[in-house]
């Protein structure tokens, strides 16, 4: 079974810091790997999506980055913002089981 | 706004009463799904639905059942609620079966039953 770890399950930083988030998985035969942030009592917000042949995207100060090999995937926020705090899930589509499989989160502070 | 919408927001169950999810999107996306978020745990696949009239059974479908009414509308239905139902519930969409699609999210319920 897919298993998606994130680590750390916390940060706090300083306003305009530059920071990584990350991600493994146990089993590379993925066909994507997307980034979502959780405001407190909100939905899902898609970030950045990385299809299985990319290596990394980008959107603004987030850039991601996928090893699919390795596992691995990082979230690069530059410039870190107090309107960044939230959480900051991973999830990888797995085809065998037609599910797209979720990491516990990062939950980041930014503190102004 | 065009996205994912659930109803309700909020619910408190007496154990054992029934109760039904609504969820309908407007993206005209084939793809369908409940989540389910507990503290400490990653968003785990309650049921989804491939298509109007599909659906299949995710990684914890025990104590639900789902219908799509059509292809805007999935529902998800406890029908004798218990305590470990206490949870966050996730509805979500993705268009066709096109993989490297992503997925687009509702706002949740959060439904406590005592």
């Known amino acids: 079974k897919q298993e998606v770890t994130q680590i750390p399950a916390a940060l706090s930083v300083p306003e305009g810091e530059n920071l990584v988030l990350n991600c493994s998985f146990t089993?590379?035969?993925?066909?994507?790997l997307q980034w979502f942030r959780q405001d407190p009592g909100k939905g899902l917000t898609s970030l950045l999506l990385?299809?299985?042949?990319?290596r990394e995207q980008t959107s603004g100060r987030l850039n991601a980055s996928l090893d699919k090999s390795s596992g691995r995937s990082t979230l690069y926020i530059a410039a870190s913002q107090p309107g960044d705090s939230a959480t900051y899930l991973c999830?990888?589509?797995?085809?065998?089981?037609?599910?797209?499989?979720f990491g516990t989160g990062t939950r980041l502070t930014v503190i102004p | 706004n065009a996205g994912v919408t659930q109803t309700p927001k909020f619910q408190v169950l007496k154990t054992g009463q029934s109760m039904t999810l609504q969820c309908a999107q407007d993206?005209?996306?084939?793809?369908m799904y409940w989540y389910r978020q507990d503290p400490g745990m990653g968003l785990r696949l309650i049921y989804y639905?491939?298509?109007?009239?599909?659906?299949d059974k995710g990684e914890v479908p025990n104590g639900y059942n789902v219908s799509r009414l059509n292809k805007r509308e999935f529902s998800l239905r406890l029908e004798s609620a218990a305590p470990s139902q206490t949870s966050v519930y996730f509805c979500?969409?993705?268009?066709?079966?096109?993989?490297?699609?992503?997925?687009?999210f509702g706002s949740g319920t959060r439904l406590t039953v005592v």
């Open positions: 993206m005209n996306h084939n793809s």
């Open positions: 089993d590379s035969a993925i066909y994507n």
């Open positions: 990385i299809q299985s042949s990319q």
């Open positions: 639905s491939a298509s109007e009239g599909t659906t």
């Open positions: 979500a969409s993705r268009t066709g079966t096109a993989r490297n699609y992503g997925y687009t």
């Open positions: 999830a990888v589509w797995h085809p065998g089981a037609n599910n797209l499989f």
